[in-house]
């Protein structure tokens, strides 16, 4: 299933500059990667990220995988994963995020947001894509006029959304660190102590 065929195992980190820092993590890094979505819309975002970070912009990228993919038409959840020689299996995670956090905040919606990429070869292109959240990518003005803009709802290049992060923040599994997010647990602690 590697290599020629749905599917990559490689880091998390994509970036060949960013990834030597993390060297001797590989390890712990790696995940399961729809090919079409790494090599395509991935990349592609990757390099209008380059872009603007040479333009000046400076980012907080925090990065993470959430739910597993399901089998479609399955009565019962079938997640998938892909069974090993040793016995042991990887899970294939359904979504591939990014937490974009500019570093110089202007006021925007495009100061801070999450990019999202299915993961899933049985996702279909329909109005279901926009549960997770309505995609804001035209509102982020570093990303308006690249390949990835052009490309980014297109499943054959890896469908990937730009997310509101208080439309996902609550959606994705291990996401932390939104401003978002601290605010409504500290609230919900406080309502809990009442």
Not at 155 to 181: H, T, W
């Amino acid at each position: 299933m590697f290599g020629t065929g749905p599917f990559d195992y490689a880091s998390l980190v994509q970036d060949d500059a960013l990834g030597a820092h993390v060297a001797g993590y590989e390890v712990m890094m790696s995940i399961v990667w729809l090919h079409s979505l790494r090599t395509g819309n991935w990349r592609h975002w990757l390099a209008a990220l380059r872009s603007a970070s040479e333009s000046g912009d400076q980012f907080d990228i925090r990065l993470g995988v959430s739910g597993m993919v399901e089998m479609p038409e399955s009565g019962d959840r079938c997640d998938l994963a892909i069974d090993l020689a040793d016995g042991s299996t990887l899970p294939l995670p359904a979504h591939i995020w990014a937490h974009v956090r500019a570093l110089h905040p202007t006021g925007s919606p495009e100061d801070e947001f999450v990019l999202v990429g299915h993961n899933s070869p049985f996702f279909r292109d329909d109005p279901s894509a926009e549960q997770l959240c309505p995609s804001m990518c035209d509102q982020v003005s570093w990303l308006r006029n690249t390949l990835f803009a052009r490309l980014h709802r297109y499943p054959i290049n890896g469908l990937m959304l730009c997310c509101r992060v208080e439309d996902v923040a609550q959606k994705l599994d291990s996401f932390y660190g939104s401003r978002v997010r601290a605010t409504a647990t500290t609230e919900k602690i406080k309502e809990l102590e009442e």
